[in-house]
């Protein structure tokens, strides 16, 4: 298991290189004294782009370029976006939290819904409960997010009042930015709790309802029947109709040899699912105008802030990266003659 690691670990570095170097290219579509602009944060600096130009050596050979590029990435020094109106490292420390947030409580409970109804679906094949989860799926997968959105925002929030949008109130916002308030995790629910602060952390839960809820519906749907079908698959297959003949309990059979070989594509779903939460849900937090990573990116690419658009674009690239490296490494724990194999 630790040489499949190793070996997982050892292709990053090029993966990130591959990754690196096609934003690079696309980079260089610009000018130098386009890309100079990128690091300008004040109009009245455009006089000196000359300088930006020598101190960045956007006139150097390519080579030279994305090394020093590269430099700057691994700084943290990826331009001033003009959207967030602060540096796009700075950027991605204010949004990523709130999206990190959203994706942590969704993820889990996605996965136990999923998969359990999944599997209970595939178990008793059309039956009411078949029916039921296959009704949920369809809809859920048929369903747009943002008219999904849309709709709990006019039930919720526009007749009942019950959840509003946004990430918080304006007395959560003076609580939260006030100097007794001490950000240990950046999680505002999870700070809250650790502030004391229990009115603020119920405040806060109440606005990721409709949000949540949004993703969980349609991320359920996709992964129930990802479940349904790959269960359904297996039960039909030869060691299970021998397990049978056997006299195995049916629940050993479900559990211990057909769910195991299911869960492989599930897993695979699972870390794209994570990793498309994580890498920021564009249309749901615009819906919900929830202020995450996915939100910031559409404001940059609506308001041609290529800086914004880089660095959420870098972040999205590194997190899939790192998701595909670790759905590696599930296949080996879920199946070990993957590991057996390599």
Same mark, same amino acid.
Request: with cysteine.
């Given at each position: 298991?630790?040489?499949?690691?190793?070996?997982?670990?050892?292709?990053?570095?090029?993966?990130?290189?591959?990754?690196?170097?096609?934003?690079?290219?696309?980079?260089?579509?610009?000018?130098?004294?386009?890309?100079?602009?990128? *690091?300008?944060?004040?109009?009245?600096?455009?006089?000196?782009? !000359?300088?930006?130009?020598?101190?960045?050596?956007?006139?150097?050979?390519?080579?030279?370029?994305?090394?020093?590029?590269?430099?700057?990435?691994?700084?943290?020094?990826?331009?001033?976006?003009?959207?967030?109106?602060?540096?796009?490292?700075?950027?991605?420390?204010?949004?990523?939290?709130?999206?990190?947030?959203?994706?942590?409580?969704?993820?889990?409970?996605?996965?136990?819904?999923?998969?359990?109804? /999944?599997?209970?679906?595939?178990?008793?094949?059309?039956?009411?409960?078949?029916?039921?989860?296959?009704?949920?799926?369809?809809? +859920?997968?048929?369903?747009?997010?943002?008219? @999904? /959105?849309?709709?709990?925002?006019?039930?919720?929030?526009?007749?009942?009042?019950?959840?509003?949008?946004?990430? *918080?109130?304006?007395?959560?916002?003076?609580?939260?930015?006030?100097?007794?308030?001490?950000?240990?995790? /950046?999680?505002?629910? @999870?700070?809250?709790?650790?502030?004391?602060?229990?009115? /603020?952390?119920? $405040?806060?839960?109440?606005?990721?309802?409709?949000?949540?809820?949004?993703?969980?519906?349609?991320?359920?749907?996709?992964?129930?029947?990802?479940?349904?079908?790959?269960?359904?698959?297996?039960?039909?297959?030869? *060691?299970?109709?021998?397990?049978?003949?056997?006299?195995?309990?049916?629940?050993?059979?479900?559990?211990?040899?057909?769910?195991?070989?299911?869960?492989?594509?599930?897993? $695979?779903?699972?870390?794209?699912?994570?990793?498309?939460?994580? +890498?920021?849900?564009?249309?749901? !937090?615009?819906?919900?105008?929830?202020?995450?990573?996915?939100?910031?990116?559409?404001?940059?690419?609506?308001?041609?802030?290529?800086?914004?658009?880089?660095?959420?674009?870098?972040?999205?690239?590194?997190?899939?990266?790192?998701?595909?490296?670790?759905?590696?490494?599930? *296949?080996?724990?879920?199946?070990?003659?993957?590991?057996?194999?390599?």
């Amino acid at each position: 298991m630790l040489k499949f690691c190793l070996k997982r670990l050892a292709f990053l570095p090029f993966v990130m290189f591959g990754v690196t170097a096609l934003l690079f290219a696309c980079l260089q579509f610009l000018s130098p004294e386009m890309r100079a602009s990128l *690091y300008i944060k004040d109009p009245r600096q455009l006089s000196q782009l !000359e300088a930006v130009i020598e101190k960045h050596g956007l006139r150097k050979p390519v080579y030279v370029q994305y090394g020093l590029w590269l430099k700057q990435v691994a700084q943290g020094e990826l331009g001033y976006s003009e959207t967030a109106k602060m540096p796009v490292a700075s950027a991605v420390k204010a949004f990523f939290p709130a999206t990190f947030e959203l994706t942590l409580i969704t993820f889990f409970p996605i996965m136990i819904v999923g998969v359990y109804f /999944g599997v209970l679906s595939a178990v008793h094949k059309d039956k009411f409960i078949d029916h039921a989860s296959r009704f949920v799926a369809i809809t +859920g997968y048929s369903l747009p997010s943002f008219v @999904l /959105g849309l709709f709990l925002l006019m039930v919720f929030y526009g007749k009942l009042h019950w959840f509003p949008p946004g990430r *918080y109130d304006l007395t959560t916002d003076m609580l939260v930015h006030s100097e007794t308030f001490r950000h240990w995790t /950046g999680l505002l629910t @999870l700070d809250c709790l650790l502030n004391g602060e229990w009115q /603020g952390f119920l $405040t806060v839960a109440k606005h990721m309802v409709l949000p949540a809820t949004t993703l969980l519906y349609i991320s359920v749907a996709l992964l129930l029947r990802i479940t349904r079908s790959t269960m359904l698959e297996e039960l039909s297959k030869d *060691y299970v109709r021998t397990a049978r003949a056997k006299g195995l309990p049916e629940s050993v059979i479900i559990r211990k040899h057909a769910l195991a070989n299911a869960l492989i594509p599930v897993v $695979t779903l699972s870390s794209l699912m994570f990793i498309g939460l994580l +890498g920021g849900v564009v249309i749901t !937090e615009t819906v919900f105008d929830f202020p995450g990573i996915g939100r910031w990116g559409v404001q940059a690419a609506q308001q041609l802030d290529i800086p914004g658009v880089l660095g959420s674009t870098l972040l999205a690239a590194f997190l899939f990266v790192i998701a595909n490296l670790v759905s590696d490494l599930l *296949y080996a724990v879920v199946d070990p003659r993957i590991r057996v194999g390599s």
